[in-house]
């Protein structure tokens, strides 16, 4: 089996270096492709994607990975999990036919489209035809692709390998029960002043500021680079170039900074991923929620922590010695951390902000049953605005279309983001008693165990383990939302002075 | 033969996107790649390398292009052109096994390190091992791929191809005869004064000029972009990508400013090929030497001629006015025109040039017939620049050491480098008689005609005549030396008050 495992890494590296071109294509085209370059890069990344695919599904391959399938009790405990994995990828990819995945991509390209005319015109109907033909896709793909308990599974599986909707529903159900409750709680107590963030804070200023904040995480510029983009996104070609992106806002000091350290999270991971097990599974993150669960550790435990603050509001200081007079770490604490219900899920705190995924879940979850329908699912989502937040949808633009992933054909990604949170407050737990005095030592701009702990627990595994082996590796417990609760509890009692 | 040559174009432009695919990952290795990110973007760019290579000489492609070949009279003549251009660089594969382009590889990787290692030291003993190696290699290359009159010829082949050993005899006797003579009258005359160009000349400003001056010659930057590299270079991923790197040094004014015209000219020739015929020879430069001509028009015709700087000092003045505080046009035109000996090829003037290109030929000629010998080549060099230039070589690193081409095993590329400048002579001198006042408007700002003059005879035909053909088609006549002698007399008479 030896030969065939090697057989096998050698294709699975091939296929990684021409996916990690298309996607330096594709960070290109963000960073600093020339406008008309668009058309052939388009092209040139088809291209790579289409040679990619092939090689995946290529006959000797394939029937290597199946002898590999077969013996897999003679392989080691990492190579096994990485010709599951695959083999798995293969499945999927084989239950789909050409014609099939035509059709989707067709109409991934006419939903993009008609989403883009429906926000022109903040009107749901435009959008409606085309989301309709995509949702029956979907529908369809659940079925060719099968599934264990709930046709939502198939979907889910691409972002988040072994989700059960089982489990997130009482994931979510705790959302309803204590999140609302907690919030609702929030509301009743004055709300903290932010104003001073809103100042102006000059583009420069907050460049170099950002790139501050990136080394003091532990960001490795030796291994990356950030540049600006529109939507700001973490890219790799290897663990030793994961590069990140942000945007700046002169109005708004935290669209930077938290952008930063929330990528500088999905970055970190990158770079400490295991560079030897390079193109296989165990090189690679093992799903979105666990990514997300680093990228969240760094933006909200961390990154709006007070003890974070009390390192490095001195530097922002430096920068913006003028807008920042007079205010002190609780101050700043408390303005970063203002809860306060919002129509927009990416502007959103870090509490409300489940609220919006889980609106999301249940319309996904509804659409792909059948219990909703795509015909009037803007009054849907419009009446659990209302329900969960308390808000009034003023129109489309601002509701259901305010998110791109459906127009993209991605049902079953949102999930991840409040796995995300929910991951990363159960780790933080762990790190904390793990590491003796860590709050302290990020107090005193030290986060070096911190990075270290999870470079031994998360990052260095790359797929080994499920993100649910993982959690449990990790916690000696499930994912529990528990964990969140009582971070959000202990975090917002301070600071509304409840 | 229609679907025959439709299948041929379609896997022509396959190849094309991973090529394009890998040259940018190798503009992107020169321009954003953090350090560590090297090994993974080696191995990937390899990758890529390999399979363009695998399909280029795949079993049906081969096949299909000899059918193709063998019927090409029922072809088009600009079809017929692009299977016979192929058909050549897939023999020229052939005849070179695996193992030999192995080896080469191999004598490549370790020629560039003893060459780095040589610079070190400045001793070009250093060097020797390596380089007869590769030299060994380059005449068995000679041999293996064949050639008509001299086995030099096999190795220029792929830079300019259908260069002849007798033609270049030719050009560079002229060289000998002529260009010797008249710069040692030149150096008989009062030297001008360009002591100015040599003041402080920041950084951003520099930059900004480049960019100024860019857009004025015609360079599109919604299908190109400027970035810094060490060694300014022009590279492209289909017409509508086009980008250029420029350097700056703060204590020349000319080094950014010509590097700048330069790398753009070449741009002009890329963005002006035809989009429509991407990824076949037709769509592709013709030669490096008709390449090197597009450049040097742009840099030295134009980019150093009176009419450009009549209407772009006021330019200059505005981003350095104290710098260039009483210089006129007339002054300045003879300052960025000094005519002196250097050791050093890329920072001489544009008449010694050509002796730094003389005698890189003779010597590489030499040492493919067997004439030369590694062992005592660096006297042979020296030898040679007392001879030509007049100048005392006072080591190996500014004398055989100073360029990477031979430790790159590029032997047969330097004569492009004067095939450059004597096409852009001849060209430039047809350009003046088929547009009306051109120089009036080159003096106004104004070289949009010369541009679409280049578009329409140069640019838009791609590959699809041969540089011996295209130059006889746009000015009646073959490559004549006489051309460039008789812009650099007036020039130069003119400069050097003679």
Same mark, same amino acid.
């Given at each position: 089996m030896k030969e065939n495992y090697e057989k096998y890494v050698t294709t699975m590296r091939k296929i990684a270096d021409i996916d990690n071109a298309a996607v330096l294509l594709g960070w290109d085209k963000e960073v600093?492709?020339?406008?008309? %370059?668009a058309a052939f890069r388009s092209q040139q990344i088809a291209t790579l994607a289409g040679i990619s695919h092939e090689m995946f599904l290529e006959k000797d391959f394939v029937s290597n990975l199946k002898k590999l399938e077969a013996n897999?009790? +003679?392989?080691s405990l990492k190579a096994r999990r990485n010709v599951e994995i695959t083999s798995k990828k293969q499945n999927r990819s084989n239950k789909l036919s050409t014609e099939f995945v035509m059709e989707s991509s067709k109409a991934i390209s006419e939903g993009y489209h008609a989403w883009l005319k429906a926000r022109e015109q903040k009107d749901y109907g435009v959008f409606k035809k085309a989301f309709r033909k995509l949702v029956d896709l979907k529908k369809e793909e659940c079925e060719l692709v @099968? =599934?264990?308990? #709930?046709?939502?599974e198939a979907l889910m599986d691409q972002f /988040?390998? @072994?989700?059960k909707v089982a489990d997130l529903d009482i994931l979510f159900a705790d959302v309803k029960k204590q999140l609302i409750r907690f919030t609702k709680k929030i509301a009743t107590y004055p709300q903290v002043d932010n !104003?001073?963030? +809103? +100042?102006k804070y000059p583009h420069q200023k907050q460049w170099d500021f950002g790139l501050e904040i990136l080394k003091r995480i532990g960001y490795d510029f030796d291994a990356g680079r950030q540049d600006i983009s529109p939507h700001p996104f973490t890219t790799n070609f290897a663990p030793s170039d994961v590069r990140v992106t942000t945007r700046i806002d002169?109005?708004?000091?935290g669209s930077m900074t938290w952008s930063c350290i929330h990528e500088g999270g999905h970055a970190l991971y990158e770079q400490g991923l295991?560079?030897? /097990?390079? %193109?296989?599974p165990s090189g690679l993150a093992v799903s979105l929620g666990i990514h997300e669960s680093q990228s969240r550790l760094w933006e909200n435990?961390? @990154?709006?922590s007070l003890p974070f603050w009390e390192a490095n509001l001195p530097l922002a200081k430096k920068y913006f010695g003028a807008n920042l007079k007079g205010v002190g770490a609780v101050k700043f604490f408390k303005a970063i951390n203002k809860v306060h219900p919002s129509l927009i899920r990416v502007e959103s705190d870090e509490l409300y902000y489940h609220f919006h995924i889980l609106i999301r879940y249940e319309i996904e979850k509804g659409l792909i049953e059948g219990? =909703? !329908?795509?015909?009037n699912l803007n009054e849907v989502w419009n009446e659990k605005y209302k329900e969960y937040l308390g808000v009034k949808v003023p129109n489309d633009l601002k %509701?259901?279309?305010?998110?791109?992933h459906w127009a993209y054909?991605?049902? @079953? =990604?949102?999930p991840t983001y409040s796995l995300g949170s929910f991951y990363a407050a159960q780790f933080y737990a762990k790190a904390k008693k793990d590491i003796r005095g860590l709050e302290k030592q990020i107090a005193a701009g030290d986060s070096s165990q911190l990075l270290a702990w999870l470079r031994e627990n998360?990052?260095? #595994?790359? !797929?080994?383990? !499920?993100a649910a082996k993982l959690c449990k590796k990790i916690t %000696? /417990? /499930?994912?529990?939302f528990k964990y969140f609760m009582s971070y959000a509890r202990k975090k917002y009692k301070a600071i509304y002075d409840m």
């Open positions: 600093n492709m020339p406008p008309k %370059g897999k009790q +003679k392989l @099968g =599934y264990d308990n #709930h046709p939502y /988040e390998p @072994g989700a !104003s001073f963030l +809103k +100042k002169e109005r708004n000091f295991p560079p030897q /097990e390079y %193109g296989l435990n961390v @990154g709006r219990t =909703y !329908s795509v015909d %509701g259901i279309l305010q998110d791109i054909g991605s049902i @079953g =990604y949102f998360v990052h260095r #595994h790359g !797929s080994t383990y !499920s %000696g /417990e /499930e994912l529990n």
